[in-house]
């Protein structure tokens, strides 16, 4: 029974999960889920008393995926150091499929308290598994630097904040501080000047020109 009930419990978050994504949060009902699951209300009241109430779940699912796709990027040794740093930072970032839906309501102010779990989650899982690539680095001659977690902490922070649309920029604004973060994470890094220019190409933007 217990077995069944998590089943279930699984197929209403589907659900919510597709329903969100297609429709938005707010256009999507109670009975939107209900029909697609195929189930009564008293059912879906087993599990969850209102369609807010699957929020905090599909939040947790996000957190999951998150830190596995990153544990599982920063794993995979044949990719060179700073590339796996930078798709670790863009993995932070990319809220995509039917969670976009999900995180665009988390960013609402009276959903503050959402918004902040995710951040906990990240800012305590995600700076420890970049400080280990970071090692790496230091190992490889690369990097420069007695404070590898602390660099990472600071560079999670900040991505997170600037990077994902809670500052509304343009495109010369976000070009600006893109160029803006690397020259710094190469100066927390002690990486040589430059060195990371490349990794403009992984946000899209390409190598630009600028040499300073």
């Not at 699957?54 to 939040?59: A, E, G, K």
């Not at 976000?174 to 060195?195: K, Q, T």
Request: proline share 3%.
């Amino acid at each position: 029974m217990r077995k069944e009930a998590e089943v279930r419990k699984n197929e209403i978050l589907d659900a919510a999960d597709e329903l969100f994504g297609q429709k938005g949060l707010d256009g999507t009902s109670t009975n939107d889920i209900l029909e697609t699951v195929g189930i009564a209300w008293g059912t879906m009241y087993h599990h969850f008393k209102s369609k807010e109430d699957i929020i905090d779940p599909l939040i947790e699912r996000h957190n999951v995926r998150l830190l596995g796709a990153v544990q599982e990027i920063a794993a995979d040794k044949s990719i060179p150091v700073v590339e796996r740093i930078i798709r670790v930072v863009m993995a932070l970032n990319i809220s995509g499929g039917n969670s976009k839906e999900i995180m665009e309501h988390i960013h609402k102010p009276q959903n503050a308290l959402m918004h902040q779990k995710i951040q906990k989650v990240i800012v305590n899982g995600v700076p420890p598994i970049l400080a280990e690539i970071i090692r790496e680095g230091i190992e490889q001659g690369m990097f420069n630097t007695p404070f590898p977690y602390e660099c990472m902490e600071m560079v999670v922070m900040y991505a997170t904040a600037v990077f994902d649309d809670v500052v509304t920029m343009t495109n010369e604004e976000r070009f600006s501080r893109v160029l803006a973060f690397i020259c710094n994470v190469e100066r927390l890094l002690g990486a040589e000047s430059g060195s990371l220019m490349n990794t403009l190409k992984m946000f899209g933007m390409g190598g630009g020109s600028n040499n300073e």
